[in-house]
């Protein structure tokens, strides 16, 4: 498998990620600035020069089961599927363009992220379709038999109701194929000797122009984009996933000691955790992923029981000069409410990015 | 025309790699052979006339020194002169069963050598020519393998070089008879061809260059060699001089794979556009030139196809895998 996957999958699940914070957090009205901080926060962690480093040392992908335990709420919103190889380059800056608009007030941020844009570049802009073509396999494999269905997806009529993603046979093409319909032949001088036409059944049309790598440039397509950008009541539909998750918790219930270690690893890279008490005088305030409480209560009791994590409480920033010593990961959010409960540090990480 | 016959179930789903589909025809008893990646398992299984599933067994990559699973990159069958084997390339080596997966015969441990921790290292790329067994490898090189009429005495016997970029494919017939003729060719990652003539020693008659895509699929028949390209097109070279006769703009996407009826020269092409093509080669009466016309196309709505093999030789049935799909999907022609 790809040794160079890892980067373009924190990067695109993480900016998936943040676009449904920034519609959750926009949608129940959180304070403007308040917003802006959280985002800021877990933008400036995500981009941490250090963690960057690390990430885009070549490596094989953490274990799916790791993996999967942090970004379980993200992997469904993801459009990886959707991606060919040589989309695969601009979906990945286009998720960088929309970071960018989260913290276009930050230059600090902003420079992270132009940073890690420079990597990107340099990294991916040298490889050939064939190492893209691998890592787009690497990156599927991770993503077999997930079958979980997203109302958005199914909405737009992206996905069927069967969980299989809609290919559709018309449209534009990528950059570098033609209209299908056409054969030519040639002699041994290499003279067109014959045209002919077959019927391919499809209705393509040709790329208009190639997408821009720049730092800032049209990009052409809409692959990493904000599909929640359209306001919309986002539902996160757990009925039908539920037995999905059940059915693999049956097979992959064995304690993974290994993605425990996994994600310490990634806690320790991003700098660890640290979960402060409330304090200050201004409250914290509360996210909810689902669109009505009953619906949050709901999930949370068709939930899988071997799903059942530790809930912890994490408050958002309040003080300024904690800014600093964030290095929290995707910030300080209080989920549920639920009790803190004791638990180790692996399994807080767990926990945590569960509740996200 | 074709119509929908009953899928075969599996056990794991399909894998989205290129090529994704082995099958063997056994005359005796008119069962078929199947075989699919999944990851890092691969199924075989075989199945009666009417698609009724029979038997499946399930075969791993074999472990070796590495923090994840191995996944397997390829299974197919090597049809040889006095036996068939099955042989499953890994990114950990190369193993070759007994045709029925039961007994390993054979186990070649990749060797990471002068790779950086850059590179993936991985073999991919499978065929058999004469009694030997040609596999392919990430850092371009084909390994040739002498096979015996039977048992486990297997030797490398050679190592082609040829290409600078992992192989995809290989794909060969069975030699002519006359001298100089191509019998073998290898495909890449660039999109660069070689067209090779087996033997004790295997000579490289000439290359065809790529064009900035990879070449993920190969067929060979009667001198014409038939390659499939990332940009979905469908090329046909003259193999002793690569000469470029036929360009199809078949698909709108990546091409996967390509098969071949020899009986009666129909080409199949897949690709993740969700159809499949079946065409029809032909040399011209006057000149001998390469000739292709297209017989029929079938969508396979919502597939990412990742395989696509004929059924029998006459080339009147055929099947597809779709990644992440856990079944093979049966055409035959009415």
Known sequence: MSVRTLPLLFLNLGGEMLYILDQRLRAQNIPGDKARKVLNDIISTMFNRKFMEELFKPQELYSKKALRTVYDRLAHASIMRLNQASMDKHSALYTTDAIKGFIQDSPNILHQVDETFQQLTEIYGGLSAGEFQLIRQTLLIFFQDLHIRVSIFLKDKVQNSNGRFVLPVSGPLPWGTKVPGLIRTFNNKGEEVKKAEFKHGGSYVAAPKEGSFELYGDRVLKLGTNMYSVNRPVETHMSGASENLAAQTQESIAPNPLAKEELNLLARLIGGMEIKKPSGPEPGFRLNLFTTDEEEEQAALTRPEELFYEAINIQATQDQQTNEELARIMGEFEILDQPRRSASKGDDLLAMMDEL | ?334
């Open chain 2, 1 to 334: 025309m074709f119509r929908r016959e009953r899928s075969i179930p599996l056990r794991g789903s399909a894998a989205a790699l290129c090529n994704n589909l082995s099958v063997l025809q056994l005359p005796v008893g008119n069962l078929t052979h199947f075989g699919v990646v999944h990851g890092p398992s691969a199924q075989l299984l075989s199945a009666a006339p009417e698609g009724v599933p029979l038997a499946q067994r399930q075969l791993q990559a074999q472990e070796g020194a590495g923090v994840s699973p191995p996944l397997i990159t390829q299974v197919h069958w090597c049809v040889l002169p006095f036996r068939v084997l099955l042989v499953l390339t890994s990114h950990r080596g190369i193993q070759m069963y007994e045709s029925d997966g039961s007994v390993m015969v054979y186990w070649h441990a990749l060797d990471a050598g002068d790779s950086s921790l850059v590179q993936a290292v991985f073999a991919r790329g499978i065929a058999a020519s004469g009694h030997f067994i040609c596999v392919g490898m990430w850092s371009g090189r084909v390994l040739v393998f002498d096979i015996p009429a039977k048992g486990p005495n297997i030797v490398l016997s050679e190592e082609l070089a040829g290409h600078q970029t992992p192989v995809t494919d290989i794909a060969t017939e069975p030699a002519q008879g006359q001298d100089c003729v191509a019998d073998m060719v290898t495909a890449d990652d660039s999109g660069l061809l070689c067209v090779w003539r087996s033997g004790s020693e295997f000579k490289l008659l000439t290359r065809i260059p790529g064009f900035g895509v990879p070449c993920p699929s190969v067929q060979l028949w009667q001198g014409t060699i038939a390659a499939g390209y990332g940009n979905g097109q469908v090329r046909l070279y003259e193999a002793s001089t690569g000469t470029l006769h036929v360009q199809i703009d078949a698909h709108a996407r990546a091409i996967c794979a390509l098969d071949l009826a020899p009986e009666v020269g129909k080409l199949l092409s897949a690709a993740e556009d969700t159809f499949v093509h079946i065409w029809k080669l032909s040399r011209s009466p006057e000149g001998g030139y390469i000739e292709v016309e297209h017989c029929h196309g079938e969508c396979v709505p919502d597939t990412q196809v990742c395989g696509a093999r004929f059924c029998d030789p006459s080339g009147s049935s055929f099947a597809v895998t779709g990644y992440d799909l856990a079944e093979i999907l049966r055409f035959s022609s009415m």
